[in-house]
């Protein structure tokens, strides 16, 4: 009998222990509760930082372009404080008188006429009107100018239709070119010249607008240019 | 069994568990002791709450550096647009000066793509017409400046072995970069010949460019240089 009690008293004992073994043993409900929470965070995690994270990245991009916009504006700066606004007046009106802001046919016509007789020549025929001239067409960026455009034609000795041609350059107050010159021998010592002259000028109604991004070139730049253009203009307000 | 052995073997087979005074000097204690496996769940509870405190500071800590970076990105950029603004309205003050430098410049373009092409039309027919004469008698009837590059001219020569120096010497000039001979016919007196010819760039500069060492010089009065065909028209002066 007493052995019939320890026996069962041992498998009591062995149950018991082997509860408790399985007690101590992890069980899906004990995973329940930190799943959740895990996935809270993640969730969290990609709705909340992501974004504000991608939003911070983009502030430092805007951030620098900001700081390329400072420097671009901050050498502009420089650059038009080393032009002298008085010179630069000066030079701008000299300019627009060499290249006006519009020039009639008239004016264009009575300029050549004159220069003509100067040179003794008798006019064939002469006749003009406004044009639109692309220059520099093989090049990537043509411009499109505003002109006066004519065919001409004049007579007389050798030395004064060559000097006709040469005062284009040297002489007219106006930027002129003169294109498809034809000279031909008439008699001994009389030639004819047929040209097409155009004169230019530009025309302030297409009004430039102030970006201040723009890429900014000193006109002091081409010094030789504007020399020759200083003295076109000295011309013009000695002739005038 | 008796009694007293009974009582023998339930003293042997239970544990010895020290119970804790029922009655002590602060009052009667009714917390029970803990188990062995209360003991153990409380631990394991004790690590598991660690580890969610751990968690979510460090959850706090990538909360909060995230928040901050994006902050001070936010608020460094509202500094610096906060400059540019201020520099953009100092240079709104410049704005006449940029736009009268536009307008100069416009103008410089365009006297430049213009002059870029330009040529003096004297130089050349006084060079050509030079040629010619040292080959003999020759003469031109008709003179053609088609761009800065190309021209052509008509002429006369007494005799075909004229016309054909003429068309060799045009060949060998350093300023003349390829010649065609368009046409060339024999007359009873003499030979017509008619020429075009390509000339290397830049052969004839345009006297404008001349012109501002004229202007700063005394203006001389010179005829074409009576040298050989070779040589150099440059310091030519009106």
Sequence with gaps: MIGNTSQSRTKKELEAISKKIEDTKLKLKDFVFPIIIVVVLLLVAFLVFVPMINNAINFRKELKEVKAKEKKLEDLKVAVEKIEEGQLNRDLIDVKSVIPKTLKVSSFIYYIDELAKEKDLTSESISAGDVKVIAGADKEAPEDYKGVNGPLSYSGSLENVLSFLDSFYTSSPYIVSPKNINLESKSDDEWEVALNLTGYYIDDAEVTRFDMYRPFKPYTDFSSEIQMLREKANKLKAEN | ?238
């Design chain 2, 1 to 238: 069994m008796s009694k007293e052995e009974e009582k023998n073997i339930k003293k042997t087979d239970t544990p010895k568990q020290e119970l804790p005074p029922i009655i002590d000097d602060d009052g009667i204690n009714l917390v029970p002791i803990m188990t062995k496996k209360e003991v153990v769940a409380e631990k394991r509870k004790a690590k598991v709450n660690l580890g969610a405190v751990l968690s979510i500071v460090l959850f706090l800590f990538i909360t909060i550096a995230v928040v901050a970076f994006s902050t001070i990105s936010k608020l460094q950029l509202n500094n610096e647009k906060e400059k540019l603004f201020a520099l953009e309205n100092d240079i709104k003050g410049l704005s006449t000066k940029v736009l009268d430098n536009q307008e100069v410049l416009k103008r410089v373009y365009l006297y430049k793509n213009i002059s870029s092409s330009q040529f003096s039309a004297r130089k050349i027919f006084d060079y050509f017409s030079e040629v010619a004469k040292k080959q003999g008698d020759v003469s031109f009837k008709s003179f053609i400046f088609g761009s800065d590059k190309q021209h052509a001219f008509e002429g006369s020569a007494d005799s075909l072995d004229t016309a054909s120096k003429l068309w060799y010497l045009l060949q060998k000039d350093k300023n003349v970069e390829s010649v065609v001979m368009d046409n060339l016919s024999k007359r009873s007196d003499s030979v017509d010949f008619s020429f075009k010819v390509t000339l290397i760039p830049d052969a004839f500069k345009s006297l404008d460019e001349d012109q501002v060492d004229v202007v700063k010089q005394p203006q001389q009065s010179q005829g074409p240089s009576t040298n050989d065909s070779d040589s150099s028209w440059e310091d030519y002066k009106e």
